[in-house]
């Protein structure tokens, strides 16, 4: 269908642990971590957006795929927190990495799969040749109501895909993607509300779990595989116990799960959840191996993808940041610093 041929990840350097969040929030730390399986959550910084975050990751795909921007014909953004209700996000990006104006443009939003969406518009632009280069992106500085449990988990970070059409550059290609959609209210934010809401009853078993599920049984019924035919598996991650459950639910060890469990250190980016995860795969895989990938997106659906690493992946990893470096490279914030950092978003 395509391959990425550059990719790149952007986690901002600040966290706030759980425990420092529950102590705050007068709320048990224990009972926090057992019941959401987040040790820590990024944190943006006062001068970042999803945007500047996007920029990043975006240049740490171009430095992979070796090439100049000007390259790109197609700008695709997903994410929950655009700074702008009214003005592309998508834009400002390719005016910042260096775009020529003669691209496809269009910010994306589907609750925590809009970055995926956008991979999938630009697969497609690529695979009928619309454009030779496309770059996609899922990128969120994620909301939540303080003291809301979604607090513990809602995070920042970006991450970045060039998809082409020239197969002899291709690290990984794309052999299938397919979705699930229904209307299924787990989790929404009406207009001009600065948080989301969520119906607790229907964020596990008919929303995440039941979308996960069908995607994950459709694509790979669709081309015969088990989970023994995988050598990793990336789960939407909204917390660090529903992929950990999905994945022991739909036969998955938890081996084909580590590399791309970023949650428990990093929180839910939302747009950027399984792209983040997909990148930290990437890190570390080596060439002719098989990857799922799984998004969810509250109200609701879930996009999965099908990837397949080439000879090419090696030569690309050391290029750029790895996504573990942003991980591990940490700055831990005090309830009050966190506040102050929170009222600049």
Request: net charge negative.
């Given at each position: 269908?395509?391959?990425?041929?550059?990719?790149?990840?952007?986690?901002?350097?600040?966290?706030?642990?759980?425990?420092?969040?529950?102590?705050?929030?007068?709320?048990?730390?224990?009972?926090?971590?057992?019941?959401?399986?987040?040790?820590?959550?990024?944190?943006?910084?006062?001068?970042?957006?999803?945007?500047?975050?996007?920029?990043?990751?975006?240049?740490?795909?171009?430095?992979?795929?070796?090439?100049?921007?000007?390259?790109?014909?197609?700008?695709?953004?997903?994410?929950?927190?655009?700074?702008?209700?009214?003005?592309?996000?998508?834009?400002?990006?390719?005016?910042?990495?260096?775009?020529?104006?003669?691209?496809?443009?269009?910010?994306?939003?589907?609750?925590?799969?809009?970055?995926?969406?956008?991979?999938?518009?630009?697969?497609?632009?690529?695979?009928?040749?619309?454009?030779?280069?496309?770059?996609?992106?899922?990128?969120?500085?994620?909301?939540?109501?303080?003291?809301?449990?979604?607090e513990y988990s809602a995070a920042a970070g970006s991450a970045a895909f060039?998809?082409?059409?020239?197969?002899?550059?291709?690290?990984?290609?794309?052999?299938?993607?397919?979705?699930?959609?229904?209307?299924?209210?787990?989790?929404?934010?009406?207009?001009?509300?600065?948080?989301?809401?969520?119906?607790?009853?229907?964020?596990?078993?008919?929303?995440?779990?039941?979308?996960?599920?069908?995607?994950?049984?459709?694509?790979?019924?669709?081309?015969?595989?088990?989970p023994a035919d995988i050598d990793y598996v990336i789960f939407h991650q909204?917390?660090?116990?529903?992929?950990?459950?999905?994945?022991?639910?739909?036969?998955?060890?938890?081996?084909?799960?580590?590399?791309?469990?970023?949650?428990?250190?990093?929180?839910?980016?939302?747009?950027?959840?399984?792209?983040?995860?997909?990148?930290?795969?990437?890190?570390?895989?080596?060439?002719?191996?098989?990857?799922?990938?799984?998004?969810?997106?509250?109200?609701?659906?879930?996009?999965?993808?099908?990837?397949?690493?080439?000879?090419?992946?090696?030569?690309?990893?050391?290029?750029?940041?790895?996504?573990?470096?942003?991980?591990?490279?940490?700055?831990?914030?005090?309830?009050?610093?966190?506040?102050?950092?929170?009222?600049?978003?």
């Amino acid at each position: 269908m395509g391959g990425i041929v550059g990719y790149g990840a952007y986690i901002p350097r600040y966290r706030i642990t759980s425990d420092e969040l529950a102590h705050a929030r007068g709320s048990d730390p224990k009972k926090i971590k057992a019941s959401l399986g987040v040790e820590e959550k990024s944190v943006a910084g006062r001068d970042e957006d999803a945007i500047t975050m996007a920029v990043q990751a975006a240049k740490n795909a171009l430095k992979r795929a070796e090439m100049n921007a000007e390259s790109i014909g197609a700008v695709y953004v997903g994410s929950e927190s655009h700074p702008y209700a009214v003005k592309p996000s998508a834009t400002i990006i390719g005016q910042a990495l260096g775009l020529t104006d003669t691209y496809f443009s269009v910010d994306m939003e589907f609750a925590c799969k809009g970055g995926s969406a956008a991979f999938q518009a630009g697969l497609g632009l690529v695979a009928s040749n619309m454009t030779s280069h496309a770059l996609v992106i899922g990128s969120d500085t994620a909301q939540a109501e303080p003291g809301d449990i979604l607090e513990y988990s809602a995070a920042a970070g970006s991450a970045a895909f060039i998809l082409s059409n020239d197969n002899n550059a291709w690290c990984v290609t794309v052999e299938q993607t397919l979705s699930i959609s229904t209307d299924t209210p787990d989790f929404w934010r009406r207009s001009l509300q600065a948080y989301p809401q969520h119906a607790g009853r229907f964020t596990a078993k008919p929303a995440y779990f039941a979308h996960v599920a069908q995607s994950t049984k459709v694509l790979c019924d669709a081309h015969d595989i088990t989970p023994a035919d995988i050598d990793y598996v990336i789960f939407h991650q909204p917390n660090g116990k529903f992929p950990v459950l999905a994945g022991r639910m739909l036969g998955f060890s938890a081996e084909q799960l580590q590399a791309g469990l970023l949650s428990p250190q990093l929180g839910n980016p939302y747009t950027a959840n399984v792209l983040l995860g997909l990148t930290a795969v990437l890190d570390q895989a080596q060439p002719l191996q098989t990857i799922l990938m799984i998004t969810y997106g509250s109200g609701s659906g879930s996009d999965a993808f099908l990837l397949k690493t080439t000879e090419n992946i090696v030569a690309v990893q050391n290029k750029a940041k790895t996504t573990r470096e942003y991980l591990n490279n940490k700055t831990l914030l005090s309830f009050l610093e966190y506040q102050t950092l929170q009222k600049g978003h």
